[in-house]
């Protein structure tokens, strides 16, 4: 089969995941091939023009790219190229959101638009009403998958080290979310705040923070090595609480925010949207398994882990109310302990290779030969696409240098 990936490089500093995420097809399906478009902004029309019908058995739309939807400036062109370029087209619609719960009818809008085969969304199947009714998107198939799965080539190059040689005892980074993102949204910097503040008096070895614009975000490979450097990580399920299906919600936040900068969650809530509450569930993010991966000790907030990890076996858990951290500081001071809770979590997720990118390449894989209704045509060679690929993929970088250049 012939597959195109749209794709999104929207800078030259990328999080680790997006690349393992996007480009898991083409390392781990070598029985078909694979091609890779970077839209950037969208992309021109003429970037477009020698797609044929047919040329394709499958394009596959990455959450990369369908992040384009929260973009004002971009997205309706996008749209626009989009359903003219695929509506028409025979080959297999495959759609990988992410952040499902934002700008949400826009993927409605589009799916629907060119005929989208399949949704692998990371949102959980009880919440399919909510996100994904069926009066918004007819008989298209949804399915749930995992934000982020383990990358086999980091298992060789991932520390082993023993818990009482590591810099740290405790790391953490997290953004602080907007209010659109419910409760659930703020309780990733709640509870950097939290450990932070009881860890220090502990006077345990830590490297806490939140990084809203504060040049403490840790990206690339040096993430991977940050997570290493630590006994312990703390974490809970990401996502959001609610739906913002228009994104209406978002801007009458930012507009009360400008106004109101030191307005608390719940201020905001109650002034802009007090009878909205989450209804939502969490799902389980990649970090999960870097730390799986890594041998390190997690912390996080008790819930429904997707049934994946339990509490106090693969993780520490910490009461949603904090009522029992001093009980869950006392297990993270016994070193043996905290090893032992590491290495079920890692035998859970790594050792037993049930959540590898691997796997979920070939059920994607799986998934759309089983739907090829007409087989591509052999008017262009590989080589033609490949090269057609490459020229956009260049062009885009180029774009995307020019406006670091200009301070965009």
């Known amino acids: 089969m012939r597959i195109l990936v749209l794709w999104r490089k929207a800078s030259d500093r990328l999080r680790n995941t997006i690349i393992d995420h996007a480009f898991c097809f083409q390392r781990y ?6 091609f890779y478009f970077n839209i950037f902004n969208g992309r021109r029309a003429e970037d477009y023009e020698w797609i044929e019908q047919g040329l394709f058995d499958a394009v596959i739309f990455h959450y990369s790219a369908l992040s384009l939807r929260t973009s004002e400036k971009h997205w309706g062109n996008f749209h626009e190229l989009m359903s003219r370029v695929w509506r028409d087209d025979p080959c297999v619609k495959v759609f990988l959101p992410q952040d499902d719960y934002s700008c949400t009818a826009r993927i409605w809008e589009l799916a629907n638009e060119i005929k989208a085969d399949k949704i692998y969304s990371v949102i959980r199947e009880e919440d399919y009403s909510i996100i994904y009714p069926k009066d918004k998107i007819g008989n298209i198939d949804i399915e749930t998958v995992l934000t982020g799965y383990i990358e086999e080539s980091y298992l060789n190059t991932m520390s082993d080290k023993p818990h009482i040689d590591r810099k740290y005892d405790v790391v953490y980074r997290a953004r602080k979310l907007p209010y659109e993102y419910g409760k659930l949204g703020q309780l990733k910097s709640e509870i950097a705040d939290v450990f932070k503040e009881k860890l220090s008096a502990q006077r345990m070895r830590i490297d806490i923070a939140n990084t809203n614009d504060d040049g403490k975000a840790i990206l690339g490979d040096a993430w991977i090595d940050f997570l290493a450097s630590s006994r312990m990580t703390i974490g809970c399920l990401g996502g959001s609480g609610f739906m913002d299906a228009d994104g209406m919600l978002k801007k009458s936040i930012e507009r009360y925010i400008l106004l109101h900068p030191n307005a608390s969650f719940e201020e905001t809530k109650t002034q802009l ?35 994946i990890i339990e509490a106090d076996k693969d993780y520490i858990m910490v009461k949603q109310d904090f009522s ?11 070193i043996a302990y905290c090893e032992n809770i590491a290495e079920n979590c890692y035998n859970k997720l790594v050792k037993s290779e049930q959540y590898t990118y691997r796997k979920f390449a070939q059920k994607v894989s799986d998934d759309i030969k089983d739907r090829i209704r007409i087989p591509h045509n052999e008017k262009y060679d590989s080589t033609y696409i490949e090269v057609k690929c490459r020229s956009n993929n260049c062009k885009a970088d180029s774009e995307i240098q020019e406006l670091l250049l200009r301070g965009k």
């Open 29 to 34: 399906d070598k029985e078909n091939e694979y």
């Open 324 to 334: 029992n951290i001093d009980e869950v500081i006392d297990r993270m001071k016994d």
């Open 273 to 307: 949207f007090p009878e909205k509450e989450d209804n939502l569930h969490g799902m389980l993010s990649p970090r999960i398994f870097e730390c799986a991966i890594n041998h390190t000790c997690q912390i996080l907030v008790g819930d429904n882990y997707h049934g």
